[in-house]
């Protein structure tokens, strides 16, 4: 694949709420975790509970199906347990507090072959998510 960087643009700073551009309709086909912005506070380590800000779109349609940072609440969950779609507990772990990650999640690692209709998400979408890492328990 190209860089992901010719397909979309996004803002790179840290706890600033994302606007998410698609430059290209055609959408990568694999999982895909972009560091836009590199923390220096704690790794996010399978089993601690996380504490993110995040925006959720998906790329087919251009739309947003859920955001903290329109809701302006932060949410927290255990990370790397399986409480989360599969490309949160893979895009997430090793990454820091302070990072600003991108990640591209196709359907095998999102809520595959049944989508999850009462968000609008398809069985076919590709979802971005800008997750922004604000603490971390262990």
């Known amino acids: 694949m190209a860089n992901i960087l010719d397909y979309i643009e996004v803002d790179k700073n840290f706890a600033a709420a994302p606007d998410i551009i ?17 923390g220096d ?20 349609r251009l739309e947003v199906f859920d955001s903290s940072f329109y809701n302006e609440e932060t949410v927290k969950f255990p990370i790397g347990v399986g409480s989360v779609i599969k490309g ?3 895009g997430l772990i090793g990454k820091t507090v302070g990072s600003r990650i991108l990640l591209i999640i196709p359907p095998n690692y999102g809520y595959g072959k049944n989508g999850m209709m009462q968000a609008g998400i398809f ?15 262990k």
Request: charged fraction near 25%; aromatic fraction near 10%.
């Open 41 to 60: 506070g704690s790794v996010v380590t399978a089993g601690s509970t996380i504490e993110v800000n995040y925006h959720g779109q998906i790329w087919q």
């Open 22 to 38: 698609i430059k290209k309709s055609k959408h990568p086909k694999e999982f895909s975790v972009f560091e836009l912005t590199t």
């Open 123 to 137: 069985p076919e979408d590709v979802l971005v998510f800008i997750v922004d890492i604000v603490s971390v328990k």
């Open 88 to 90: 949160w507990d893979k």
